[in-house]
């Protein structure tokens, strides 16, 4: 293998491990867009889930009624009220779809 070969993998690796770390794991972006209202343990028991009036998603009842598809469209585009006041803030310009996918299976081990 030449030096020119050696350069165009070399740089092909780094690439793909660079890609391969794009995405924060779920845990640390629940902990950086998720945890203040919901809390770190998912119960929403937070100043600010409080007064939303946040569901518990340890609450086995509760995660049966979420659809992953729902979730994600949540995670990325928000939550309005019945009011259409913004409930939680959309974060597609922060996380991608997978990354809300990731999301969604992080939350899922919240139930008891």
């Known amino acids: 293998m ?3 070969s050696k350069i165009a993998v070399a740089s092909l690796v780094l690439a793909l491990a660079a890609g391969a ?5 779920a845990s640390e972006n629940w902990e950086n867009s998720c945890a203040s209202c919901h809390g770190a343990d998912g119960k929403g028991q937070t100043k600010q889930g409080k007064k939303l009036k946040i569901r518990d998603y340890t609450d086995a009842k509760i ?3 979420l659809k992953d598809e729902e979730m994600v469209k949540a995670i990325l585009d928000g939550v309005k ?3 259409g006041k913004e409930r939680m803030k959309g974060f597609k310009e922060e996380l991608s779809e997978a990354d809300a996918k990731d999301l969604v299976a992080f939350i899922r081990k919240f139930k008891a």
């Open 63 to 65: 995660q049966a009624e």
């Open 21 to 25: 770390s794009y995405g924060a794991p």
């Open 81 to 83: 009220g019945e009011n």
């Open 2 to 4: 030449n030096t020119t």
